[in-house]
């Protein structure tokens, strides 16, 4: 899987954030991830530690928030949440154009440091 | 001390994207990103999709593989250029790779480049490279299920091609379920029936394909 990428992609934005700080360790690191990406948080978490071997992030907490996903519907304006699957019909209408407001967010939310 | 940051994480991936975006438009060329499992027909596809707009439209190919350059040869045995990336174990293209690739490539002779991606349902489609579009592939042997099992693909596709069509017949393919499914969760994705290899079917998708074509070389965004 690209988990590697992504907890590199974390690694760049916490530590220019970190170092804009001037901290000396970073302590835990908040990101939300939207249910409908294929990140697999299990995969995330060990990712993060190989990737921040020996890094001013090393041995921090990544804290994954895991968003469910939500689409509002072109016809009626239903606003309905949905899994991975079911999404693509409003369950109010029965219409099909919909628009997904939320499940595919990578984000990094903020950082705790010293 | 807590410090808020709210930024994206693929931000990197993103922006590299969102340059390769403008170069594309820069010089009016078209690029595809055609995504599937291995074995189902990418390679396969390409080639038929040559044959029918390499008269019209001057066209290269950007292969994507875990190793081996077997696949951009095939096209360069075509007349095509070919740019082999080789991702060394990733199993997804991302933007910088793609980068580096079109740099070696002459972009104002050319109207469409099409990306062949790494062989995987799965995290090619998180990955933003810029492309104007994404189309996957999915072949009757791997089975009408596909789109319950890997929804995120099917849903940032632009197209579907059905690929393998010939072989509609020996397998159990339930082709209405399918297209009930992929229209659920991609409602405005056309489905393309196609047999890469016997030709059947293809000239819809080019036909799909040359329209988008013509409103990058016009100047729109497609
Ligand atoms: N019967 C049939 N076989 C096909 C078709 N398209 C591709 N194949 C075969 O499927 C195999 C894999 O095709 P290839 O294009 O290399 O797939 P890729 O790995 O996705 O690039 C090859 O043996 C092709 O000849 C098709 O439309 N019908
Ligand atoms: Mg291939
Ligand atoms: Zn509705
Ligand atoms: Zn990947």
Known sequence: MHEAGIAAGILKTVIDAAEGAGASRVNTVDVTVGELTEVVEDALHFAWGAATDGTIAQGSKLEITMLPARSRCADCAEVFGHGRYDGGRCPACGGYVVDLLAGRELRVDGIDID | ?222
């Open chain 2, 1 to 222: 001390m807590k410090i808020d940051i709210g930024e994206r994480i693929l931000a990197a991936n993103d922006d590299l994207a969102a340059g390769n975006r403008e170069l594309f438009a820069e010089h009016g060329v078209y690029v595809l990103d055609l995504m599937a499992s291995p074995g189902a027909g990418k390679t396969s596809t390409i080639l038929a999709t040559i044959d029918a707009l390499r008269d019209r439209y001057s066209i290269a190919v950007i292969e994507g593989d875990i190793a081996s350059k077997v696949d951009a040869e095939k096209v360069r045995a075509h007349g095509i250029p070919a740019v082999q990336i080789n991702t060394g174990g990733a199993c997804h293209l991302e933007s910088a790779m793609i980068r580096r690739a079109v740099d070696t490539l002459d972009l104002d002779a050319l109207d469409l480049i099409i990306i062949e991606n790494v062989g995987n349902l799965v995290c090619p489609s998180d990955f933003d490279l810029g492309e104007h579009a994404k189309v996957m592939i999915l072949s009757v042997p791997e089975g009408h299920d596909k789109p319950y099992k890997y929804p995120n693909i099917f849903q940032v596709s632009r197209a579907v091609i059905l690929n393998k069509y010939d072989t509609v017949g020996v397998f159990d393919f339930d082709e209405a379920e399918f297209r009930e499914v992929v229209g659920s969760l991609n409602p405005h994705a056309p489905i393309f029936p196609v047999s890469a290899t016997k030709g059947d079917g293809v000239d819809a998708w080019a036909e799909w394909l040359a329209e988008r074509i013509e409103a990058v070389k016009e100047g729109g965004s497609a």
